[in-house]
């Protein structure tokens, strides 16, 4: 029968309408159960599966004639913005407790915004995310763009700042005036670029002009959009930028709980029962978010590979001990 944490995985799949990953699990519920001796269900379990499959390609193509409504960058804004519709959920994030309510009282005060409007008040929607990489700041701009039903533009900073003077201010105009016709989460990521204090050895009059047009659009942006500014220098930033903001965001590596939560996540699908979790998570401290998934597919990968679902301890410390080292090469 079905393990907990193949139910786990079920109910978080079918809640983040992932369909080919929930299948993918009860396909393995199904040959669980038929190794367990129970045949009838496990025929029944897979014919179930194969009718959905079938129910939902018949609703996509019936669906694909239909038009979507998307916004796509066009004119000055293609080489400025990128755009996308996630479907990430807060849900999908590893967060510390005081984050994780930070996020959710964003979320909450721009469901609400019309309420809060009508008697004076501003949503939060100008945010500031600052910690090391790999940590889930990207990933939040992801996730808010996905709770709210928005999309997500990303400003491309190597179409942004030039060479030539006035240009780049220019080009942040456009940006500014975008933030206002189409709202959406406008996602300044490696925000240090921008927003370096002046008066700094290596800074040119031109950053210097640059960021106080930012400065200026940003104090007088008055739409519906989100701003989500991302650095990972935090050190270089200017003081001034840190008053524009609603609320600065900490983002930090993972404790052993949350560090735990990522790992047992991205092994969902296979079968963890020998992992010796004290020995993983010890392997883990010190790392980011994103370097426990990545040595978390690897591992998964690796015993895929060696044709068993059956993840080893020794396999999942060997990943996590060499992302670890690559880190200390790359400091």
């Known amino acids: ?35 367990s001796g129970h045949g009838n269900f496990a025929q029944e379990l897979r014919e179930l599966v194969d009718k959905a499959k079938a129910q939902s390609k018949a609703d996509t193509s019936a669906q694909s004639s239909r038009p979507v409504p998307l916004a796509q960058p066009r004119g000055e804004l293609a080489g400025l913005l990128t755009v996308s519709y996630p479907k990430t959920r807060l849900t999908d994030m590893a967060l510390n407790e005081p984050l ?12 609400q915004r019309e309420r809060l409007l009508s008697h004076g008040f501003s949503p939060v929607r100008k945010l500031l995310l600052i910690g090391p990489p790999g940590t889930g700041k990207t990933m939040t701009a992801s996730a808010l763009a996905g709770e709210l039903g928005l999309p997500l533009f990303t400003i491309q ?88 903001f609603d609320a600065v965001l900490e983002y930090g590596l993972p404790t052993r709980d949350i560090a735990l939560e990522v790992v047992k996540a991205r092994l969902a699908l296979l079968d963890t029962s020998t992992v010796d979790w004290e020995a993983a998570i010890s392997s883990a401290m010190g790392l980011s978010h994103a370097e426990i998934a990545r040595a978390c597919e690897q591992a998964a990968k690796d015993a895929l590979l060696n044709d068993t679902t059956v993840l080893e301890t020794k396999g999942l410390v060997a990943a996590l001990d060499e992302r670890r080292t690559m880190r200390r090469k790359t400091i």
């Open 100 to 111: 994780d309510k930070q996020l959710d009282r964003v979320i909450l005060e721009q469901r």
């Open 1 to 35: 029968m079905a393990k907990a944490d193949q139910i786990k995985a079920l109910i978080r799949c079918h809640a983040e309408g992932d369909d080919a990953r929930f299948y993918a699990v009860a396909m393995q519920v199904a040959a669980q159960a038929a190794r």
């Open 157 to 244: 900073l190597d179409g942004l700042i030039t060479k030539f003077m006035g240009e780049t201010a220019a080009k942040l105009r456009v940006v500014f005036e975008a933030l206002a016709a189409t709202r959406g989460v406008y996602l300044f990521d490696e925000f240090d670029a921008l927003g370096s204090q002046r008066g700094m050895g290596n800074d040119v009059g031109e950053i210097r002009r640059v960021l106080n047009s930012f400065l200026q659009f940003l104090e007088l942006d008055k739409s519906d959009s989100l701003v989500v500014g991302a650095t990972n220098h935090v050190d270089l930033l200017d003081l001034a930028l840190f008053r524009r």
